[in-house]
């Protein structure tokens, strides 16, 4: 005898939830710090039915796995040490992505080409040559591509508000102080434990011997966190730097251009050194430029670290944009996937904004100054930088 | 100001030893060695000539592995053997394959070429993702030939052929017969070729992949890959329109 076919409750929805058939299908890669804050927001949803986590740490594995069975009150969150498998489901709408950056662009090409859609923890990008891959991908198969700094937004309205509604006039130039480049790692080796798949926590980077300071989740920059580390990250500069200059870049209306050059300031009288891009429209956009440096501008502004300089004529101004949909930058995401349209942090804006912080750390490594080829994507005439595009990639994982 | 190659000495002594764990203040005096050999050719060949000597030495992962980053900023065609007798080597090849990749001369090209017939399993990947990461058109037939062996290396033969986008990749990826997840991987790189194909300006060879695409894939597709691929096909169909 056949079984009764029964539709649930929460199949069906009822006044604040939607029917399944309405809502999104989300799964969640990485589900350490930065993901498991990811997954809090898009559990919270509604209009959102999370249904599966992967992570290559059991313990984070589990957590997440546990936070979605909790909210749930079943057991049916799937949870996967390799994020193909969970690419390969095909109930599965979108996902978020929350990896250390090494795997960003690898991950959300393979999302992408499975017809998902991808919220990406920022900093978006590791490297210059990923940025325009992964836009392709994106483009290629339609997909919505959400990059995940909700700061931008939120966080920098003391500049945003007066650059946008012209009232200090025409921007001429932007300060941000934020940390530096990410840095070798020599660690030495440590038995690794039994509760992380080590080999698929290195994926593309060069293989380095296990130690937990190499792959720690910590925020630090300093050492003894994947952040610190040239393989996994651009450290400071694009970690906080992803926010600061994601503000700065929006504040200057800058997010549609790419810089067109940076110039590289030798250490001087007691002064560590500091570089400046330029971009297409004369804007320039200083990394911790010593502050005896800054000229007097008639109006500035200040965002925490940022400061903003402009002629002080006002001029007309225009609105500023705004998330769609509700929930902040997740519910921005969500609405884009339900409408098609493009979200704030669309991916190709994304990859602009970090293409500064990239040529920076490029620029401070090779001490020298540079000029960009936007169309071709490659330093002019400068055949080391162009050998800096991007990291060592280890085999199987290719771009 | 010539840079003071004495210097060195004790900096090599030390790479010649290391190990991960080991102290690494050292590599900062080899660090600012390889950006000053930035148009000083003397002090770059010295430094390959140092670097060379410790790739073919016994020396550890570790110092292999930081000699190729090195040699990815400054090889030339000096370090070319060195690197190539290490593309076999399963610990160092990814590394050595790194620094070769970006050596843009000939001779490592050929080297990596050389090598792509000679590896197997993942080190075959790797050589073919180098090789097509150069741009290397000359490496199209012997990639195209992968299209029927292993699935994934065939996968990784057919991301390849979508990159260097030439008419020959794309008539090699027209005529494979994809299975399992090489399919999705064939799709995408004659998305690819169809793309650069119609940046070039040739629509005709452009629409002829997105029509044999969208046809495969029919109007009633029932996955989301299949969904995302229908709409890359016919979006390229009207571009390739316009």
């Known amino acids: 005898m056949a079984a009764p076919y029964v539709i649930t409750s929460k199949a069906l929805g009822n006044a604040t939830t939607p029917p399944a058939s309405d809502r999104i299908v989300i799964g969640g890669i990485g589900i350490g710090n930065m993901g498991s804050g990811d997954q809090g927001a898009f559990l919270g949803r509604s209009d959102v039915q999370y249904v599966a986590v992967c992570d290559v740490r059991r313990n984070w594995r589990d957590d997440g796995k546990g936070r979605v069975d909790g909210k749930y009150g079943n057991k049916d969150c799937a949870a996967y040490v390799d994020f193909r498998e969970l690419l390969a489901r095909d109930d599965i709408d979108a996902v978020h992505i929350a990896t250390p950056d090494h795997w960003h662009a690898i991950m959300t090409i393979a999302a992408c080409r499975a017809g998902k859609d991808v919220y990406l923890q920022k900093p978006e990008t590791l490297t210059l040559r990923e940025g325009p891959l992964m836009i392709a991908a994106a483009r290629r198969y339609g997909r919505v591509v959400s990059g995940g700094s909700q700061r931008v937004l939120e966080d920098y309205r003391d500049i945003v508000n007066p650059s946008w509604s012209g009232e200090i006039g025409t921007l001429k130039a932007v300060d941000i102080s934020v940390g530096g480049p990410s840095m070798p790692c020599y660690l030495p080796a440590v038995a690794t434990p039994p509760d992380i798949d080590w080999d698929l926590w290195l994926g593309p980077a060069p293989w380095e011997p296990y130690n937990p300071g190499r792959c720690d989740g910590n925020f630090g920059t300093g050492g003894g966190s994947w952040r610190s580390y040239l393989d996994y990250s651009g450290g400071s500069l694009t970690d906080w730097g992803a926010h600061h200059f994601g503000g700065a870049i929006f504040a200057a209306d800058l997010r549609e251009l790419q810089p067109a050059s940076v110039a590289f300031h030798p250490a001087s009288g007691g002064a560590g050194p500091y570089v400046s891009l330029t971009y297409p429209n004369g804007v320039a956009v200083h990394h911790n430029r010593p502050q005896p440096l800054r000229p007097e501008r008639p109006s500035v502004a200040h965002g925490g670290d940022i400061q903003v300089h402009a002629d002080g004529t006002p001029r007309e101004g225009k609105p500023v944009p705004v998330y769609k949909g509700e929930g902040g930058i997740y519910g921005d995401f969500i609405d884009c996937v339900k409408t098609r349209a493009k979200p704030f942090r669309d991916i190709e804006l994304a990859v602009n904004t970090m293409t500064g912080p990239h040529m920076i750390a490029i620029a401070y490594r090779l001490e020298r100054s540079l000029t960009w080829d936007r169309s071709a994507q490659r330093f002019t005439g400068d055949d080391e930088a162009n050998r800096l595009l991007d990291r060592a990639r280890r085999e199987p994982w290719i771009l | ?242």
């Open chain 2, 1 to 242: 100001m010539a840079f003071d190659l004495n210097s060195l000495d004790a900096p090599f002594i030390a790479l010649a030893g290391f190990d991960w764990g080991a102290d690494a203040d050292f590599f900062k005096s080899i660090d600012a060695a390889a950006v000053a050999a930035h148009g000083d050719a003397s002090l770059r060949g010295e430094l390959e000539k140092r670097f060379g000597a410790l790739l073919a030495g016994s020396t550890s992962r570790a110092t292999k592995e930081y000699v190729c980053r090195k040699l990815a900023m400054i090889g030339t065609a000096v370090s070319v053997p060195a690197l190539a007798a290490l593309l076999t080597d399963a610990d160092n090849s990814h590394m050595a394959r790194f620094a070769l990749e970006r050596i843009d001369l000939p001779e490592a090209a050929a080297a990596l070429r050389k090598a792509l017939g000679v590896v197997e399993g993942s080190l075959k990947i790797g050589m073919i993702s180098s090789l097509a990461s150069r741009g290397d058109l000359q490496s199209v037939a012997a990639i195209s030939n992968l299209l029927g062996g292993d699935a994934t290396i065939a996968a990784a033969a057919a991301a390849a052929l979508g990159t260097l986008s030439t008419p020959e990749a794309a008539a090699a990826l027209a005529a494979a017969k994809p299975a399992g997840d090489m399919a999705a991987a064939v799709v995408d790189a004659r998305l690819a070729c169809a793309e650069a194909f119609l940046a070039k300006g040739d629509r005709k060879a452009a629409k002829a992949i997105y029509s044999s695409i969208s046809a495969s894939i029919g109007d009633a597709p029932k996955t989301h890959r299949e969904r995302a691929v229908r709409v890359a096909a016919k979006r390229g169909l009207l571009a390739a329109a316009e």
